[in-house]
């Protein structure tokens, strides 16, 4: 087999096969020409290309996997190999070639279509799509079943002999150089990890349920949870007749929406009969950059004016980050009703932090859908099985499956590179140096480094400091799963030189065996609140190595010892829902500028307290209540405590999403001192917090009665592509409000000592705070800024007596700044 690419001049050079000789003594009107068409950079191969013979003009299109067989009147003639998003081939053949044809078509930037005409076939072709959108969509049925292959390959690209040859650390592994793509020009990738799944899938509309059941899988390769997650963008369904696809948490713009001509711009292209039916050729490229959009092409069946196979390649300048090509291809069956039901879909995906040209990972992925049944009655009685909306089951044995099981009911087989990845697997798994190598990275990004059945880490809390401690040091120590899979175990060890004391954590959860769902946890904890958000729940502290480098000056920090042993059992029924009983001790030591113990504590000696907590979470919800029990382990308060939170993240076609939280409680009983109440969480940093008001101090605000709930709104590029100027960069606009209202009876106000010190903690006395913030995210593709204005009750400061600072005074606008890593 001889592969044929414009770098190699055209000219064909065919090598005969076993079977040549005799297909020359068969007469000229029965020959064929047999080849396969594939894309020269990725080596997928290429659905629905067009194969046409420049003088008779006779043609053909390849089958789904890349494939043509094309009749020849066995003389000299010129074969026209093209596609959409293609450049175009042609190869001359002579009475004398024969065989196979291998032909290799390159990718082409796509260009704007400009329609001249006043009549646009194309604009007509998607008007009519549109118009049989209800009869055509494959979601329209009430529910169906397929049996479902599912395979997904992860590819270095842009790997070279002579690059590893360079790098000194991969002197030791150069034998995978043998393992390198070198057939694809100039952009050679190594196959590093492969994953197939076969099962059944079930699926209704209404309600909308989802069940996967997998009898078989195997993984093997470089298998890195954290990458397998980032790439989680593929392992989805979409349905290109919709009017948004959602593509890594982005929005983009179907070309088959009720919407379409206001983003793209269609052109007609020709026809072809397959099977004696005719099929239009529809192309289409975005209006506009800048928008979330594609390009690509799409075949019509014209009597149904349903979509037989469609390509996508997202635009050049999307709002999407790290991906620098984006291939979706999807193939649809016609039934024998006439109507239309998918049965192929395929995902090609180049994701890279650096540049285009440099290391990069390239994800494959083909769902095959076959033996599909539609509205059958044992469908439902199936999902009713679902705990959950959408829930995945795993058969037992479905992991030792033998490779004759996988011979056997693969639907299609493996090609070359991707039957390397488990060969490369099991060589480079046996090398101690290159589990070494996969061991220290992990440690440099996650911060854990496991060492067998232990870890240790994360490092950036290794060493930090603070005005109490001032030079802070902690080491961790936790179980893997090697040590095992039910058991966890964790603890630290903290020293700080400033108070010379040592301070650490234990706790340990068990996982009981069984589908049950029921684990259990105890814990003992002794040190500082190192400024988490609320003391029961763990958070962004200033237990790290930059905490000091993002504190706004001339705050002073206020610390809380805690003690607390905890114990408490949870019952999971799948993802949605789940109950937590909690008992737990506390014992509480504040410094100054925060009241002393002695001032608050009910004995005037310390604050011990006794709680038992159940919380349940039913997902968006989530309600809480706790009772302090006086009398038990020495617990000084009697006291009902009832929370609850609602939290959830709204998409909004065409605008973006808004995520918002709802919350509410109220406590009663005994007076309390302000750390049993609820502290609504400030921040005391540059580093903008999501759960905290940003431009509260800590302890500044205390209720026993509150309501409140943030909003924000992520417009992602909407607004700012009304600008010319900025429609090519990534940069996107949000705007959020925060508000909160609370109020403290007289006992509890009397208790805490409000009059005490210069700094002193407030009571909201029934009145809102409310912070509004805008800003702009993904600066850089890393970095968010929130410009943060104050509204709230007028903010007394100490000057030998209580003044008011007015609202336009300094303290009521602020500018945060933040990093993470998003698409």
Known sequence: MLTVSPSTGYRPLLLCICLGGIFLQLPAQNRFIHGIVVN???????????????????????????????????????????CAGYSTVSIPVSPQDTGELTVELPEKQAEEVVVMARYNRGLFWWKKIVQHKQVNNPYKYHSFSSDVYRKLELDLNNVTREGLAKVKLMKPFGFIANDIDSVS???????????????????????????????????????????????????QSINVYENYITLFGKEFISPLSSSGDAHYNYRGADTQYIDGQRYLHLFFSPKRPGENTFSGNCWIHQATWAVSSIDLDISSTADINFVHRFTIRQEFVRQPDNTWIFSRDQFVVEISPLKKEKLSLIARQTILYRQVQIDRPEIAAILDKNTQPEQIVVAADAKIRPDAWWDLYRPEPLSVNEGKVYKLSDTLQSIPLFQSYVHTAEFLIDGRKPLGTVEIGPWYKWISGNQREKLRLRFDLATTQKFSKQLWLHGYLAYGAGDNQFKGQLETRYKLPGNGGY?????????????????????????????????????????????????GVTKEWGKAFSAQLLLSRSTYTTFNPLPPIKMIASNEKDIINTELGLRLRYTPFELGYAVGIPGMAGGDYRYQKLNAIITQNVHLPGWGHISYQVYGGRIWGDPLPFMLLEVHPGNETYYYSKQAFNLMSRYEYVS?????????????????NLLPLVRRLKVRQFWNVKAVWGDLSAADKKLNRWEYGNYRMKSLNGRPYIELGTGLDNIFKYFRLDCVWRFAPVRPVYMGTWLPVRPNLPGNFGVFGSFHIQF
Not at 519 to 545: C, F, K, M, P
Not at 704 to 720: Q, T
């Open 40 to 82: 020269q950079s990725s080596r997928e191969k290429i659905f629905l290309a067009s194969v046409i013979w420049k003088n008779n003009t006779r043609g053909a299109v390849t089958d789904s996997t890349g494939r043509f067989h094309i009749p020849w009147n066995n003389v000299p003639d010129t074969l026209i190999i093209s």
């Open 185 to 235: 020009g100039d952009k050679p990738f190594l196959p590093v990890f492969m994953k197939e799944s076969s099962g059944k899938c079930y699926y209704s509309a209404h309600p909308r349920k989802r069940r996967e059941e997998i009898a078989a899988v195997r993984t093997s390769g470089l298998k890195n949870e954290g990458v397998l997650h980032f790439i989680g963008g593929i392992e």
């Open 704 to 720: 026993d009665r509150y309501a409140g709930f943030s909003v924000e709104h992520n417009f992602d590029k909407k607004l700012l």
């Open 519 to 567: 684990s259990v946890e105890a814990s003992y904890l002794h040190d500082l609140d190192n400024g988490r958000a609320r003391n029961d729940e763990e958070g962004v502290s200033t237990d790290n190595l930059f905490s000091q480098l993002i504190r706004r000056p001339g705050i002073r920090q206020k610390f809380i010892m805690v003690t607390q042993e905890r114990t």
